[in-house]
């Protein structure tokens, strides 16, 4: 492996970019609570853990490889991501207009699809396995055996995601009085519904890398 600092580095300013898995994750801290976030971030991590997997296994290059395979993952991934864009958009018209209502009414939804949302959405967007299949190879020798090195570097990202997202959404939860207030959830859930249904339209419309 080489320059594993920079790997590093590339990976953690990558991670910072927003996206759908931290548009999910945000809508759950929100909505849910901690714990909802928490369990948003599970799932994103254990399908990045299949993403690495599939990479190690050369998966992934048959995904990437095979246009009929991308577009059968990219398609799937958009409307699941505007799905949940849609269902948060329509879930603003069912909220209660009590906040104590609200905040203390436990629900049969919460907490039981979080993990399922941050999972679906991370192994469901193809651009993962591209990802994977085309950085990971810049930092390995390419005579080498490379399943260690990607094994290593996949666990390296995946432990770099939940990091970040255990700080991310504990300063979600810090400012929750504030974010929790109705007025704050029905905005941000607003955008949240509208950036899931942007991405996944931008999703939809990305070209298959032959």
């Known amino acids: 492996m080489e320059n594993f600092p920079l790997f590093v580095l590339m990976c953690i300013l990558l991670i ?9 994750a945000t809508k759950n801290t929100v909505t849910v609570g901690r714990l909802g976030g928490l369990k948003t971030a599970l799932g994103t991590c254990c399908a990045l853990l299949i993403h690495t997997s599939a990479a190690v296994l050369g998966l992934s290059a048959i995904i990437v490889k095979s246009a ?4 059968i ?12 864009g849609i269902k948060t958009l329509w879930s603003l018209k069912k909220k209660e207009t009590t906040a104590s209502v609200e905040m203390n009414t436990k629900s049969p939804f919460k907490n039981t699809s979080c993990f399922k949302q941050g999972f679906l959405t991370n192994i469901l967007n193809p651009k993962v396995a591209v990802f994977f299949l085309t950085f990971l190879p810049q930092f390995v020798h390419t005579a080498s055996n490379t399943f260690i090195p990607f094994l290593l570097m996949g666990i390296t990202y995946t432990v770099l995601t939940a990091v ?21 959830q029905h905005i941000i859930e607003g955008i949240t519904g509208t950036v899931l249904i942007g991405f996944g339209i931008k999703l939809a419309l990305e070209k298959a890398h032959n």
């Open 16 to 24: 910072l970019l927003p996206g759908p898995d931290t548009a999910i």
């Open 68 to 71: 009929l395979l991308f577009t």
């Open 73 to 84: 993952f990219k398609y799937v991934g958009a409307v699941y991501l505007i799905y949940l």
């Open 164 to 184: 970040w997202f255990l700080l991310y959404i504990y300063l979600i939860n810090q400012i929750s009085v504030f974010m929790k207030k109705p007025k704050t």
